[in-house]
C-alpha cells in the first residue's frame, strides 16, 4: 500500500495509521491488517472495476448482522481510491475453535437459517468468488436452483471446453431430477459460500460470518460447502441438526448442493474438478 493510500485512510478513519501488516485474504484481492492508536481494521483492495463486488458483500454483512442471529464484521467504508476499490472493515481477532464454539456457531447458523422470507434469491445479483452469481427471484427453489446457478455454471463450463455438450443436463432434465427431493422446501437466508476459511471465532468465543455469496435458498446449501472442504467440528453439526433435522433426501440435496460450488471451482481453477462434477452429473442426471 503507498503512501497516498494510507494517508487516505487515516483520513477516512479520522486516527492515525501506526502499522500494516500484508495478510491472507483469499485468492482473489489484497488483504492488509491496520493498527492504529485506538483500533484495528481489516482492509481489501482490488482493482477498481471490482468496486461492486466490495459493495454486494457490504451489503450481505450488514443484511446478515441486522437479522441479530449470527455477527459480522462492522463494515466501515466501501469506495474507491485512483485505482483501487476497496472494503474497509473492523478487524476481528481469532482464535481456535473449541468444541464449545463450534456448537455456538451450529446454533446460530440454524438461527440465520430461520430467518426467511416468500421468495427465493435476493434484491440484487453478487458474486461466488470473481464469478458473477444471479439471484434473480423465484418461488420455486428447483426453479431457481437450476436456472440461477447450475445452468450459469454448466453454460461456462462448457464455452471453456471444461465440459462437452452431451455431459449438460438440458434445463428439463435436471427440474424433473430434482423436485422430488425438493419438496417442502422453504427459503433461508444464506452466507452462500460457507467453507472453512469464512468464518471467525472471536477471542471472546464468538462467531462471525466473512465473504459472504448471500441469497436465500435451501438451508442445506450452506450445510453442503461447510462438507466439501471440511473444517466444521461434530459438535457444529449436532446443533446445527437438532433445529433443522436431516430427512431422507438430505444426503442426496448434499451431493447436488456441492455441484455447485465443485462447476464454480472447475470454471474457476481448471480439470482438476472434473472428476467430481461429473460423478455427480452421472449419478443424478
Not at 474497509?88 to 475453535?97: A, G, R
Not at 445452468?151 to 471444461?162: C, G, K, Y
Request: proline share 4%.
Amino acid at each position: 500500500m503507498n503512501s497516498e493510500f494510507q494517508e487516505y485512510i487515516s483520513n477516512l478513519l479520522n486516527e492515525n495509521v501506526t502499522k500494516i501488516n500484508s495478510v491472507s485474504g483469499g485468492d482473489i484481492s489484497e488483504a492488509f491488517k491496520i493498527r492504529t492508536s485506538k483500533n484495528a481494521y481489516f482492509l481489501k483492495t482490488n482493482q477498481a472495476s471490482t468496486l461492486n463486488m466490495f459493495q454486494t458483500e457490504a451489503a450481505a454483512l450488514k443484511h446478515i448482522n441486522d437479522t441479530k442471529t449470527i455477527k459480522t464484521p462492522k463494515v466501515i467504508a466501501v469506495d474507491t481510491f485512483k485505482n483501487n476499490a476497496f472494503l474497509l472493515m473492523e478487524f476481528i481477532e481469532s482464535k481456535t475453535p473449541t468444541n464449545s464454539d463450534f456448537e455456538t456457531l451450529g446454533f446460530q447458523l440454524a438461527a440465520l437459517h430461520s430467518h426467511s422470507v416468500d421468495y427465493f434469491g435476493w434484491e440484487q445479483d453478487n458474486f461466488i468468488g470473481t464469478l458473477p452469481q444471479s439471484n434473480t427471484l423465484h418461488k420455486s427453489w428447483a426453479d431457481f436452483y437450476v436456472n440461477e446457478r447450475l445452468q450459469p455454471q454448466l453454460r461456462l463450463a462448457r464455452q471453456s471446453n471444461l465440459l462437452s455438450g452431451n455431459e449438460c443436463p438440458p434445463t428439463e432434465k435436471m427440474l424433473q431430477a430434482l423436485q422430488p427431493m425438493f419438496q417442502n422446501t422453504k427459503p433461508s437466508l444464506l452466507h452462500g459460500d460457507l467453507w472453512g476459511g469464512n468464518y471467525i471465532i472471536s477471542k471472546s468465543g464468538e462467531p462471525y460470518l466473512i465473504d459472504p455469496a448471500m441469497y436465500y435458498g435451501h438451508s442445506e446449501v450452506d450445510i453442503a460447502m461447510t462438507k466439501l472442504f471440511g473444517g466444521f467440528g461434530d459438535n457444529f453439526y449436532k446443533a446445527y441438526h437438532s433445529v433443522h433435522p436431516e430427512d431422507a433426501h438430505t444426503t442426496s440435496r448434499i451431493d447436488v448442493y456441492q455441484l455447485y460450488y465443485l462447476l464454480v471451482h472447475l470454471n474457476l481453477f481448471g480439470n482438476s474438478y472434473y472428476g467430481s462434477v461429473s460423478r455427480i452429473l452421472q449419478k443424478y442426471f
